[in-house]
């Protein structure tokens, strides 16, 4: 028989379902990523109109059936809305989302990628923060999260810990000066590389503490976005939105 859950979540996306419904995906603290149908959603009087919608977070009570799950109620307590006033950092917010949706798993534990999720968000939404810092944190820290992360803290040739100059994705991580020679590597800067290591080493709640200059910014984005690219394998459509309209 089936019976009530609650699971603290957020919506990572909804769709329409007939007149008034949506299915919606929700990554869980509890249970990863689930499918959810709710039911009269998309009328103009319904206790679930703001609840399934993406970055709604909070506490959700579902009906678990025997192949489905049903939206019963929900206790939201952030809905993200300075995201919707910056059609910017929105379009970077549903990159976040898309990617999490990808690698989130069903019937796993969430916490990891929940907390991620989160305090990635609100990075986001602070005036302090600029968004392409916080992109790249975030997808480092997702590959963290999957055990696909890059080698930093020593050559991924030869094994040696200091003189780390270069980057190799072929090698998937840092190479000595020596052996980044041999390779088709990125030159890494030795700022850039504490800024690396500082991202996939810091607990969540501080990665989002710092800033850095735009030369190791620059840096940082021409090494995040081979290695995020080669390990996804996958064509975000909210990253080409973004790219469109963020440059």
């Given at each position: 028989m089936g019976q009530n859950i609650v699971l603290t979540g957020m919506v990572l996306n909804a769709m329409p379902i007939g007149e008034y419904d949506k299915r919606i995906t929700v990554l869980t603290k509890e249970r990863g990523k689930i499918t959810a149908f709710a039911r009269g959603a998309r009328r103009p009087t319904s206790q679930l109109l703001a609840a399934a919608n993406p970055f709604s977070f909070g506490e959700f009570e579902f009906f678990e059936g025997r192949s489905t799950y049903n939206l019963a109620k929900a206790a939201i307590s952030n809905y993200f809305r300075e995201l919707s006033e910056d059609p910017i950092k929105a379009c970077y917010g549903f990159y976040f989302l898309e990617i999490a949706d990808f690698y989130a798993q069903e019937n796993n534990d969430g916490t990891g990628m929940l907390k991620l999720l989160y305090q990635t968000l609100r990075a986001l939404g602070n005036q302090a923060f600029d968004p392409r810092l916080v992109r790249r944190i975030y997808e480092l820290r997702v590959l963290l999260e999957e055990g696909e992360y890059p080698g930093l803290f020593a050559c991924q040739k030869c094994g040696k810990k200091e003189d780390l100059k270069w980057f190799s994705v072929k090698r998937h991580g840092m190479l000595c000066g020596l052996?980044?020679?041999?390779?088709?590597?990125?030159?890494?800067?030795?700022?850039?590389?504490?800024?690396?290591?500082?991202?996939?080493?810091?607990?969540?709640?501080?990665?989002?503490?710092?800033?850095?200059?735009?030369?190791?910014?620059?840096?940082?984005?021409?090494?995040?976005?081979?290695?995020?690219?080669?390990?996804?394998?996958?064509?975000?459509?909210?990253?080409?939105?973004?790219?469109?309209?963020?440059?």
């Amino acid at each position: 028989m089936g019976q009530n859950i609650v699971l603290t979540g957020m919506v990572l996306n909804a769709m329409p379902i007939g007149e008034y419904d949506k299915r919606i995906t929700v990554l869980t603290k509890e249970r990863g990523k689930i499918t959810a149908f709710a039911r009269g959603a998309r009328r103009p009087t319904s206790q679930l109109l703001a609840a399934a919608n993406p970055f709604s977070f909070g506490e959700f009570e579902f009906f678990e059936g025997r192949s489905t799950y049903n939206l019963a109620k929900a206790a939201i307590s952030n809905y993200f809305r300075e995201l919707s006033e910056d059609p910017i950092k929105a379009c970077y917010g549903f990159y976040f989302l898309e990617i999490a949706d990808f690698y989130a798993q069903e019937n796993n534990d969430g916490t990891g990628m929940l907390k991620l999720l989160y305090q990635t968000l609100r990075a986001l939404g602070n005036q302090a923060f600029d968004p392409r810092l916080v992109r790249r944190i975030y997808e480092l820290r997702v590959l963290l999260e999957e055990g696909e992360y890059p080698g930093l803290f020593a050559c991924q040739k030869c094994g040696k810990k200091e003189d780390l100059k270069w980057f190799s994705v072929k090698r998937h991580g840092m190479l000595c000066g020596l052996c980044g020679r041999e390779e088709h590597a990125l030159p890494v800067k030795e700022s850039t590389l504490y800024t690396l290591q500082y991202i996939l080493s810091s607990d969540i709640g501080k990665l989002y503490n710092f800033r850095v200059s735009e030369d190791v910014l620059e840096q940082l984005e021409q090494v995040t976005d081979r290695f995020f690219t080669v390990q996804s394998s996958h064509d975000f459509q909210s990253l080409e939105i973004l790219k469109t309209i963020a440059g």
